[in-house]
């Protein structure tokens, strides 16, 4: 395995631990150290989202969007659920890295959603982490969980669905165009189909285009 894919499992395997998730962690870390194929993959998609960087890069798009602005391309009220208070947000400037970041949760009886929308545009290395076992190959289901990569059918958006079966708790999160981070997860769910369709509402061409 080569220094960037090596570089990209350190990162992968921190944010996972830093959320708590140290099992999905350690997990990460046997499937893509022992996995030639899943680190060629993910060398691969390293190398196309350094060119689409690259292309930003050379009509001085280098900046994330403000948050209010990422703001607006949050779902309105879906499938029943209906926002509760306004949406969160904020953006990043630290040490020459900068990200914004917006959510909102919603609510339907006595089920939640929540959806949150990151631009990191300004930080690569952190969209490079965020987004690395989606290009890995890698799946697995037991008696706990279901977790694998999924395809929307949108034009340079890739994806990761998780399952909480017996939490009956479902996520989804996205890599948009090679700059922005969208997860999608709900409870009260028997599988991954619902989070899925809420992310489809979110206007993933236009963010994949920017």
């Known amino acids: 395995m080569n220094n960037s894919c090596i570089l990209l499992v350190l990162t992968e395997i921190f944010l996972l631990a830093a959320c708590g998730q140290v099992e999905e962690a350690r997990n990460s ?22 060119k689409r960087r690259t292309m930003r890069a050379e009509r001085g798009d280098t900046a994330s969007l403000n948050y ?5 391309y949050l779902p309105g009220s879906i499938g029943g659920f209906l926002p509760v208070g306004k ?4 953006s990043i400037n630290m040490g020459g890295i900068s990200y914004s970041t917006c959510e909102q949760t919603y609510q339907k009886g006595n089920q939640h959603l929540k959806v949150q929308l990151v631009d990191y545009n300004g930080a690569n290395a952190l969209y490079a982490g965020a987004t690395a076992m989606m290009s890995a190959g890698f799946s697995q289901e037991n008696d706990e969980e279901l977790m694998r990569g999924c395809d929307l059918g949108v034009a340079h958006v890739k994806g990761w ?39 489809r509402n979110i206007d993933l061409q236009a963010l994949a285009k920017l």
């Open 29 to 50: 870390y046997t499937a893509i150290s022992s996995s030639a194929k899943a680190a060629k993959q993910i060398g691969q998609a390293l190398e196309a989202a350094e």
């Open 161 to 199: 669905e998780t399952l909480q079966k017996k939490d009956h708790k479902a996520s989804v999160a996205l890599g948009v165009g090679d700059r922005f981070f969208v997860a999608v997860e709900s409870d009260g769910q028997q599988d991954t189909e619902f989070v899925k369709q809420v992310a």
């Open 87 to 90: 949406p969160e947000g904020e």
């Open 68 to 72: 209010k602005e990422l703001q607006r």
